[in-house]
Structures are given as structure tokens and as C-alpha cells.
């Protein structure tokens, strides 16, 4: 069992340990992290005991929802807000600077921003010492590793009252099932994952008609983008084949999506990308593209000066039997301004701000319960075509989400994925 | 004046300190990473620095992806090797016209010409792959251009050729520099000798030019080949999966979690191989500077 590193009788915490070790790996290694190396890096020496991680991870899932182990307290409620600078590490271009304008002029405080590319390189960097941050956006497969590393800290629910008044149930009782009680995060933005396609070139009915099949019609050949990210490419192809669990550890399955994905890229010149959606999609490059529901939102901000935004379309499953998933803040361990950081997070789960943020600029939604499919055509922030990439409550009962996977599933997700960058 | 024997070796310490600094350390942290494990918890690569705890476990199986089971890496492998042979060959041709023209016969315009070849460099490379993306559209301006000439546009995106030309541009300037610099200093007396001796221009050339320039040829040859063998964004931003190229799989192993060691090992893999044509070149300027 894992204890409180304040608790710990001696030796290296396992946050210390990984980030000297890890942190080595990062830099040349300085002599303190060689110092720490002496001990063969992979064998905790922490107050744990044992091997590193040798006991059985509990895996989340929607039908095994975990409570996480609380590491400490929650700061108390009257801890005073510190006077900053507010340090925020995010991903690139995925909050609006003109809110955190707001927020730094009703606190008084600078906002330091520090972006990563993927969430390797922000759990590297984090653990490593590299950055330090008052706020953090993990995604949900690595929040309870997050945890069991020492590496968050457990939020003070007085000091996060939006949440309850703003926000879906689903994520506030009782809490979303990779972190029941939301005792180490709040979400900051929900998603599907569809199709995106230009309805100016590609009918509507033929595109629900062929639904993921899309990708292999060799009309668009040459014209399609897949996401360059193993969980999305690979689980969007196991639904696409019929196998519902997007987590699939069943390695016929995972070779099927595998092939399934090299024959689109080989005979009809699929590419992949990321930036596909939001960025080629609008430009005339692609016609079809696997699409985050915020990425083909937020679309229009890249349309040539006089195509009209109707020309951007997506389908989802009707029945909304698709990819779902939602992404999360959360408040590092070692958060210089841990009060500040909760006033943050309370800020954009506020009905205004994070409505502006959403709206404006990142076309991700928040789960918020003010925002309606209705709302968002009439006011002009999601056109009519794009109605199916506006997602309801109902989407985290009926859709599939994907969480952590066991390190010898995801060796099989990784394998098929090397096999696909290596070029078949 | 006699100065002690450590004088004139005291002149190699800069080098051989920033030598051990930024390429033996980071050599050996590569060769702990290749050899090390992996954090259990985040997957991410835990080196280990001490030799008598390496595992080669990892290397031998990323080895086997080159030749045993489906041979995942071969085929990329292969690509590259085609990829950087008509890459460089195509340098070398019109690098060494360029070069040969602006040593000969440029007069004054040479500083001019020399300038001209730098001045990619003041653009990032990044950028200017980016403009070449946007003009090998399908509705880009080289589409449009061939359109005049009534050709239906082409998917240039992700075609070999691409990535070929992409790299030629990326790197012909390295060629053409050390191939000038071997070319203007080619004695002039030994050229008007071929001449006196009888030796037409093209002769002159073959007998002459060709095998002075020879050190300058494999000085561009290596110069262009070596980075383009490890080169992946010139195949991200022109190519695709199907023209995955070596870099790209050290790239993509990089960013994935659990996979630092199988990074580590192909990069000591790729040493191992530009090591080849880089001992050719070794063994060549030494036998040149004995001839000489």
C-alpha cells in the first residue's frame, strides 16, 4: 500500500525516485542524478517496499469505477490566495488567452504558460522537475498513475463550487468513473470521435450511409486524414470492425484494426496527422478526415475568406455508440500556489468563462449543463451541419470511453502501431 | 623557441573537453537508455548507467524486427537507404554543376552566386518545407502550373519522389560548398598542362578535375548522406506512413510510452550503419593524404 510521502520512515520517495531516474533520462545526467542511479533504476527503493508497480493495477472502467486513494489532505479552505505567478501546463493553443487575461485581472496575478506536445512528454517533464506547475491537464488514463506516483494532490471541493452548480452530474456525483468523487481533478472538456467531411463535396446521406467506411471510398482517395495517435487511430477501427470494447486486449482483434488501417493508408492514400481536422479539412487538402468533435468546431476558424461554414460536416453514430472521452485539470503535488490554483479552476468551470473559452476559441465543450444543441446553432457557435459533434450527458451512458490499459495490452496497441508508422 | 612537449597537445583540450561533454555523455546516457527498463508506472525510459545491469533484451528484439517475424522495420530501412542513395546522387549531380560553374567560370559574380546558395539558410527549413506543403497541394500553385500545360493534377503529397526532391533540397547546399571549395582550389597549372599534353576540355575534366575533386566528392557525399540516414521531418511534412523513412520510426518510438528503450536501440542501430560509409571516407582521405 502506498503512503503519504510525508510518512515515508526513509529513502526516496516514488516521486523523488522517478523524477532522478527519469530526469537523468531527460538531461545529462547530473551528478545528484547519478548519485540516485546507484540502485538499479526499475526497483523502488521507496518506503513501499518492493518492486515499482509490481502489484496488479486496478484498471477503470465505466463498469469498475475507482475511488483513488487519498495522498494527504486537501489544502484548507481558508488558505490564503497566493499573490502568483499562477503556472499553467497545458497542451498547445488549448485555452483562450483572452480568459486567462480575465483571470489575471481578477486576481491581480500573472499566468505563466508552459505548453507539451502529448502527454508523454508532459508526464516526462513533470516527473523530471523540468516544469513546475500550479495547474495540470491530464488525460484520464493516466490520472490514477498520476496518483499512485505521488505526483497530485487531492482537491478541496469547498474552494471548486462551480462544479456542482455548472456542471453534469456525470462528473460531479458520483464523479466520473476513473476518479469517483472527483477527488483529484474536474473536467475541462468532453469529446467524440467521428467522421469529419466536407458536405460540398460529400453528400450527407452517402456519409451516414457509409458511416466509418468513409475513409475506404475511393472517391476521397488521396483526401483522407487519420489521427496520428495510436488509441484514437486503432480504437476508431476496432468499432469500424465491430468489436465494441475500445480497450480490446484480444490481439486478433487489435490485428484486424491494424490491417484495417494500412489498407486505407495503402490503397487510398490515407494520411495521418493531426492536424488534419481543424486545419487541412477547411483548407481543401483533405475530404475526409477522423475527427475529435472540437477539432471539426473549431474548423471554421481556418475556412478560406468566403467558404461558408456549412461546407464542414461529421457524423457520429446516431445511436451515439461511438468513441467518447473528456479531458481533465488537475493541481501537481508540488503546486507553488495551490489556493491559486483551485480559484483557477473554479474560474473556468464558471457558466461565463468557460462558455467564452469553449465558444471562442477552442470548440471543445465543457459538460456544462447551460449548454444545449439549441443554444449553440442559434447562437452561432456550432452551424446546423455540425449538430451531431454537440454532445449530450446521454453520450457517457451509451458511448465508449477508453482508459489506461494494462502495460502488456498496450505493448499490443503499441506493436500494431509501430508496424502502421513503419509503413506496413 | 622549444616549447614543452604539452604545449601544442594543450590546443586539443577545448575540443576534446566539449568532445566529451556533448557527445561521449549523451552517447553513454543513449547506450543506458538502449540498455536500460522502463518506469513501470508511466512507462517512460529509466536509464541505467551501471554496465554490469544492462539488458540487451530490448535491442535484440528491435534487432529481429529488421529480419525475423514480419520484418517490420526492413522495408523502412530499405526506403531510407534507396531514399538517401538517389537524394545524394542527384545532389551530387547538380551540386557538382553548380559548384563547377561557380569556381571556373562565375569571375566576378562568384561572391554573388556563393551568397545566393547560403541564403535558403536565412529562411528555417521548417518554413520552407511548409511552403513547398502548401504548393504541392492538390489545388496548389505547381497543380495550377501544370494545369497550363493541360496535365491533370497530381497527388504530390506522400509520393516517394516527394520525399526524394524534399531531401535534395533540404541538403544540396552542404553538397555544393565542400565541392566548390575542393574546385577553386584546384591548381590551374595542372589544367593548362592536360591542355599543353593534348587534352581536350572534356578530357581535362575526366583526367584532371574529376580526380582532384574526388575528396571533395565524398566530403559532399558524406556531409548530405549522414544526416539525411537520421533525417524523419522532411518525411512528416512531405511523405507518409508509406514512406516512413529510419528517422521517423526513432521519432515515433521517442514519443510513445514504454517504447524509449526500442528508441535507444534503433539509434545505436543507425550509428552502427552510417559507421560504414563514414570509415570509407576515412580510409579514402587517408590514402589520398599518403599519395599526396
Same mark, same amino acid.
Given at each position: ?374 443554444? &449553440? ?48 | ?115 545566393? &546558395? ?93 580526380? &582532384? ?80
Amino acid at each position: 500500500m502506498s503512503r503519504d510521502p510525508r510518512e515515508r520512515r526513509s529513502g526516496l520517495s516514488r516521486r523523488e525516485f522517478l523524477r532522478r531516474s527519469i530526469g537523468a533520462a531527460a538531461v545529462l545526467p547530473s551528478a545528484s542524478a547519478i548519485l540516485a542511479a546507484c540502485s538499479k533504476p526499475g526497483t523502488d527503493t521507496g518506503g513501499d517496499g518492493g518492486e515499482t508497480g509490481s502489484t496488479e493495477r486496478v484498471l477503470a472502467r465505466p463498469d469498475n469505477p475507482v475511488t483513488l486513494p487519498m495522498k494527504g489532505e486537501p489544502i484548507p479552505t481558508d488558505t490564503p490566495i497566493e499573490s502568483g505567478p499562477l503556472r499553467v501546463y497545458n497542451w498547445d493553443a488549448y485555452m483562450y488567452k483572452k480568459v486567462l487575461k480575465a483571470f489575471e485581472e481578477e486576481y491581480g496575478v500573472t499566468v505563466e504558460w508552459t505548453t507539451f506536445n502529448n502527454m508523454e512528454e508532459g508526464i516526462q517533464k513533470l516527473v523530471a522537475g523540468q516544469v513546475q506547475a500550479d495547474v495540470f491537464f491530464p488525460t484520464t488514463d493516466y490520472v490514477s498513475r498520476l496518483v499512485e506516483g505521488d505526483l497530485l494532490q487531492p482537491l478541496n471541493h469547498e474552494l471548486v463550487p462551480n462544479l456542482e452548480a455548472n456542471y453534469w452530474k456525470t462528473f460531479s456525483d458520483p464523479g466520473p468513473y476513473y476518479d469517483l468523487g472527483w477527488r483529484y481533478t474536474v473536467p475541462y472538456t468532453i469529446y467524440t470521435t467521428g467522421v469529419a467531411y466536407r458536405r460540398d463535396l460529400i453528400d450527407d446521406a452517402a456519409a451516414a450511409a457509409a458511416g466509418y467506411d468513409l475513409f475506404f471510398d475511393p472517391a476521397q482517395q488521396g483526401a483522407v486524414s487519420y489521427y496520428d495517435s495510436y488509441r484514437d487511430a486503432l480504437g476508431m477501427m476496432l468499432l469500424r470492425n465491430g468489436v465494441t470494447d475500445a480497450n480490446s486486449d484480444d490481439p486478433a482483434a487489435i490485428t484486424a484494426a491494424k490491417d484495417a488501417i494500412l489498407q486505407m493508408i495503402n490503397e487510398n492514400e490515407a494520411r495521418l496527422t493531426i492536424n488534419g481536422t481543424y486545419a487541412k479539412l477547411p483548407e481543401g487538402e483533405f475530404t475526409v478526415s477522423q475527427s475529435w468533435s472540437g477539432d471539426i468546431v473549431g474548423a471554421k476558424w481556418y475556412l478560406p475568406k468566403g467558404t461558408p461554414e456549412s461546407v464542414l460536416g461529421y457524423w457520429y453514430p446516431p445511436d451515439k455508440k461511438g468513441l467518447v472521452g473528456n479531458d481533465t485539470i488537475a493541481i501537481p503535488a508540488d503546486a507553488p500556489s495551490p489556493r491559486l490554483a483551485h480559484e483557477f479552476l473554479n474560474f473556468f468551470l464558471d457558466e461565463h468563462w468557460g462558455y467564452v473559452n469553449f465558444a471562442d476559441w477552442n470548440g471543445y465543450q465543457p459538460p456544462m449543463n447551460s449548454i444545449v444543441p439549441e443554444r &449553440l446553432v442559434e447562437e452561432g457557435v456550432v452551424p446546423e451541419s455540425l449538430s451531431l459533434a454537440v454532445l449530450g450527458e446521454e453520450n457517457f451512458t451509451l458511448g465508449y470511453l477508453q482508459g489506461e490499459l494494462s502495460a502488456d495490452a498496450d505493448a499490443l496497441w503499441l506493436n500494431a502501431w509501430s508496424e502502421i508508422q513503419a509503413g506496413g | 623557441m622549444r616549447y614543452p612537449r604539452w604545449y601544442w597537445g594543450s590546443f586539443t583540450l577545448p575540443g576534446s573537453v566539449w568532445l566529451a561533454v556533448f557527445f561521449v555523455l549523451p552517447f553513454y546516457v543513449v547506450l543506458s537508455v538502449a540498455f536500460g527498463t522502463v518506469d513501470p508506472l508511466f512507462r517512460l525510459p529509466l536509464p541505467v548507467y551501471q554496465p554490469w545491469w544492462w539488458s540487451f533484451a530490448t535491442f535484440q528484439t528491435t534487432l529481429e524486427k529488421f529480419y525475423a517475424g514480419d520484418r517490420i522495420y526492413f522495408d523502412p530501412l530499405l526506403r531510407t537507404l534507396m531514399y538517401v542513395a538517389a537524394a545524394s546522387l542527384i545532389c551530387l549531380v547538380l551540386g557538382y554543376a553548380v559548384a563547377y560553374y561557380t569556381a571556373r567560370h562565375a569571375g566576378r559574380w562568384k561572391g554573388l552566386i556563393l551568397v545566393l &546558395l547560403i541564403s535558403p539558410f536565412w529562411i528555417s527549413y521548417l518554413m520552407r518545407i511548409y511552403a513547398w506543403q502548401s504548393l504541392l497541394q492538390p489545388d496548389g500553385y505547381i497543380n495550377d502550373a501544370g494545369g497550363l500545360f493541360g496535365l491533370s493534377p497530381v497527388i504530390w503529397i506522400g509520393r516517394p519522389v516527394t520525399v526524394v526532391l524534399g531531401l535534395v533540397y533540404g541538403y544540396i547546399p552542404f553538397m555544393i560548398l565542400p565541392l566548390f571549395g575542393f574546385l577553386d582550389r584546384i591548381d590551374q597549372h595542372l589544367l593548362e598542362a592536360g591542355r599543353d599534353l593534348g587534352a581536350g576540355s572534356f578530357e581535362t575534366f575526366r583526367r584532371v578535375t574529376l580526380p &582532384l575533386s574526388k575528396p571533395g566528392i565524398l566530403a559532399g557525399l558524406v556531409i548530405v548522406s549522414l544526416p539525411m540516414f537520421g533525417d524523419y521531418y522532411t518525411n512528416n511534412l512531405l511523405g507518409s506512413t508509406s514512406t516512413s523513412m529510419y528517422g521517423n520510426l526513432i521519432d515515433s518510438a521517442v514519443g510513445q510510452a514504454g517504447q524509449g528503450p526500442e528508441a535507444g536501440s534503433l539509434v545505436l542501430i543507425l550509428v552502427a550503419l552510417v559507421m560504414i560509409p563514414m570509415l570509407y571516407y576515412l580510409r579514402s582521405t587517408r590514402r589520398t593524404t599518403e599519395a599526396a
